[in-house]
């Protein structure tokens, strides 16, 4: 027994590198089997919390009403609230202490305030240690009853000077003490900064009242007050832990779900009222879903390193068992039997892949905490798990089984055999054949099943793996074609041709050892190739995704109607930089989203994938509305001379579009026949600035009839001047019914201003002069998937019951700015003047990042809600947080190091090859061949066996992502999300090429060097 340990150690001492890297392999190997479940587990929980902190205070805390029985004291209120929740369970591990505020619900009050700002909208607070945080921005902190304290930005909207008194309708007057701001919005005494938001007052119909922010006061002051107006409001600001686990988050699920479907509860003082519904449940789901997808891409990820790792391993066990043949012989000289050579040849290998074992398992736990620290949350935990341990046992059982193959043919072969010093190359076993038809057959079937998953299932474990096993198969087939072709040019070149061209192909033909690179390179460069292909391709989706929800860097709320939004961007942004105006609407069937289209290039983020590369200017100028005359006063003066047969009085009809959206119309006249005379009217709501969208010639409010002649408009007048809006006919085009068969002509530089010649030929009609270029169909771009003008679409034109629902495709984009696939996109302005009653529209504003603070500022000031804007960061960040995301993180990470390992593994292998090649050399030179062809030869071998890998395993690897990737989800997809288009760059995949090719052909030109100069004659006495 000590003999044989002695001879153990000995033997591994003596071959110290191949121990070494049998070591390192296999420590490889197992840190990659266990680093998936570990990054699974913490991603999970990283995932998990993450999207509970990101939802807003009201969509993940727990709040209640409280009322009490009778009227007690602020104390005594304060104190049986606080102990009323303080039932939630595990309270002190998930939820703060109690947030308890006395508060009025909104109240109406038409107020005496010096803006007269007329109805408002108004809510007190009060609570204990509220000056602790607030920043007192001028004045103090109210002290006693009768006194208040205001947000610092209604001190100008609302004119709640400090010092001033406000009456607010209860009875008594208060003081304005101070005026504060949050200091810590995001702290959980303030629950959810949205509660503290001042909206302006908004005219329309209806309007929304001016609604500023809480004031603050004291408990005294709320005392005060009857007791149905004022009510305790108590809060608990969920804090999920660190290691959150879906066990906890479902418990906690079900508790808030529960809470907030309950009826009132009598509790000790009072009343407690259900809580408000919160979205713990719909983020359980969601993490459901999230793990469900990461199981069967983070898993899957390591596979291809674990592959390279055995296969390294599996050659350099063999190397080691081909230096002990010499022993093995003599040891079966002896008498040994073949169970004893079998033990003998494996205990070495044995004990190394043992001792890499404990290694990598030992250190799996700080490799994948070192992953997480790096990419997932900060304080997400990383400790071992049971099927963390199985894996790596699974990488040791799989290694032990490559090691008792590649030291089976050593303990095996007979005694003849191993004295041999030199053997032709013998075939294949038949289980090394059966293996390889496996590899190709599981090859052919994973491609099956993976184009068979459909165009909106997302990638799982078979279209991760796949790569790995198509390299596999690859390599497999590689080789027996190199084979195939050397053998073909060795009976080619034999006897005839070039000595350097028929030692290359009788190399690779018979020393198997050089087509042993084909494998590792290939499985490694189309894992490589696959990861680059699917990171591009999802990065690029993600991208897509996250400006198609959200269209810019940053997108505000605002309550005014678009055409207010777009005068307000115009006015503090006049040259476009930063802002546009935005309008989202449902109209015939179609999602529409309304842009202020020249500030599409500067404002929108638009991804080449949409419409091409370089094509938002060509987009930004289809849709540009045209220029329409704008006036802006009271009184609208024409001039005109009629020359109208008719039965009926002319009038010109001026349609108008005020500054705020709203449609009005001017009816202007009578103009006798055969006379000039100026008719003017009163338009008071143009005071501010109206846009002439049109002018109606016929009878009096767009009556029908027949008209026969001339009508000249010469000037337009407004409130005194003079205006050159009718002097250019050219600036105007003229239209009818599309059914009537009526004559109009304009005539062409008209001294006089513009000339409308029409023929009716009797039928009753009436003319519409419209600026030139106006559209008769508004133009749109359709999303691929829009019901009406997507590409299912045969028409051009969406349909409708009139002009004014219908729009006209320009072109077809692969998404669009948030209406995604789903819907279209025009202009504002066009949409407006086309259809300015119809659609009831939301609006919003969109910015880019390096908007400024004063212009955020003015956007406050105006009514938009800036204090929590959807920022296109924030949606990009949740994508490139989701499972599949983080999974290409580790398959990324994965397939560099399997990259690399390969390219070393490539360069232990020739120095293993080292020794015979040496002798081959010197043989060679024996028979007369030069040094230089004999280099030559090996240089070409090494690098024909290594372009063929490479340029193979780049090709199935990016027919593997093609194949994955196709119309696959690489993350949430909901309606109207942009489809999946594969984005692999053939650059890329060139460099990527020539740089594996290059270092292995360096490194191998290098190493045949050596060998043939090291390769003299005196070799061969020296090995005998």
Known sequence: MRAAVTMLLRGVLHRWWLSAGIVALTIAAVVAGAIGPLYLSSSMTSLRVERIVGKSGTLRNLSWEFRPDGDPGWQRLRDDAAAAVSRVRANDGYYAAPQVAWITGPRNYDTDLPRNLGEVRWRMEARDDTCAHVRVVDGRCPRGPGEMMVANIDVGRGGYAVGSEADLGIGHRLTVVGSYVLDDPTSDFWYDPVRYVSTPFQAGRPSVPYTPSPFLVTPEELAALPAGDRVVRVDRALHPPGDLDQQELTALADFAAEEASRGPQEVDGGTLGKAEPVELASIRDDIETETDVAIKTILPASLSLIIVC????????????????????????????????????????????????????????????????????DGTPTTMSLAAGVMALLVLVVAVGAAVLATRAVATESLREQLETAAAPRPARRSVRILRTLVVVAAAVSVVLAVDAGDSSSPGVVGQSMPAIVGMATAVLTTALTLRAARWLVRRTSGRGSTVRFLQARAIARRRDGTLLVFPITVAMTVAVFAIGVWSTADHWRASAAAAEIGADRSYATSMNPVAAATLTHRIDPDGQWLMATALATHAGDLQFLVDSPRLTSVAEWPESWTGAGSLPAVSDELRPVDDPEIRGRTISVRATSRIDSDERMYATLALLDSSGRPHSASIGPFPRGQTVTRSTTVRACAEGCDVTGVQVGAVAGTLSPMTGTFTLADLVVDGRATDAFRDSTAWQSSVAEDADVEVGLTAADPDGTTLDIDSRGQQTSVLLQPDGTPVVPPALAGRDSPSLGIDSDAGVSTGPSAEYRLARVRTAEALPVVGSLGVMADLTTMTRASPKTIERQTRILATDDVPDSVIEELADAGVQTSNPMLLSDVRATYDNEAYALSLRLYMLAAAATLGLAIIGVVVSLAVQVRSRRKDAAALRVTGVRERSVWLAAVLELGAVIGIATVLGTLAGAGAAQVVVHGSRLGT????????????????????????????????????????????????????
Not at 314 to 327: K, M, T
């Open 973 to 1024: 997809v909901e309606v109207g999300t942009p489809r999946v288009l594969t984005e692999i760059d053939p650059t890329a995949l060139a460099l990527l090429c020539v740089a594996v090719f290059g270092v292995l052909a360096v490194v191998s030109a290098l190493i045949a060097r050596t060998v043939v100069r090291s390769g003299r004659p005196s070799a061969l006495r020296s090995q005998g």
């Open 310 to 377: 055995v296969v390294l391993l599996f050659r350099l066990v063999a190397a080691a068992a081909e230096l002990r043949r010499p022993e093995v012989a003599l040891l079966k000289v002896r008498g040994w039997t073949g169970r004893r050579l079998r033990a003998v040849t494996l205990a070495e290998p044995l004990m190394l892949l043992i001792a890499g074992w404990v290694a990598g398992t030992v250190l799996a736990v700080p490799c994948a905490s070192r992953l997480t620290d790096a990419w997932l949350r």
